[in-house]
């Protein structure tokens, strides 16, 4: 069982950056792929980004790709999201997820309860 919380949202004004963090609290973190997603009102949920177990590859969703960019380390079993020129399109409630794979499709196994991202003026 993996347990993921993650931190870091809030109220940010239109282009300015916020660093979502997400700690695992599970020994085989660096076997895991992590990935984020995102939920706005009344929409789906959205793929923003993934990174393989060692970091060497990483994927974005369209919507985010040259502003955000996810990273990992191992030691602190912990990933990050770091997310620059926002804007109102990206206010949402961001989870963490553990995956199996990078490549898939697939509901990941594990989720983290979410943290608030809101930007506006």
């Known amino acids: 069982q993996v347990q993921l919380v993650e931190s870091g949202g809030g109220l940010v004004q239109p282009g300015g950056s916020l660093r979502l963090s997400c700690v695992a609290s599970e020994g085989t973190f660096s076997r895991y792929v992590m990935e984020w997603f995102r939920q706005g009102p009344g929409k789906d949920r959205e793929f923003v980004a993934g990174i393989s177990w060692n970091g060497g590859r990483t994927k974005y969703g369209d919507s985010v790709k040259g502003r955000f960019t996810i990273s990992r380390d191992n030691a602190k079993n912990t990933v990050y999201l770091q997310m620059n020129s926002l804007g109102p399109e990206d206010t949402a409630l961001y989870y963490c997820?553990?995956?199996?794979?990078?490549?898939?499709?697939?509901?990941?196994?594990?989720w983290g309860q979410g943290t608030q991202v809101t930007v506006s003026s």
């Open positions: 997820a553990a995956d199996n794979d990078l490549d898939s499709n697939t509901i990941p196994d594990y």
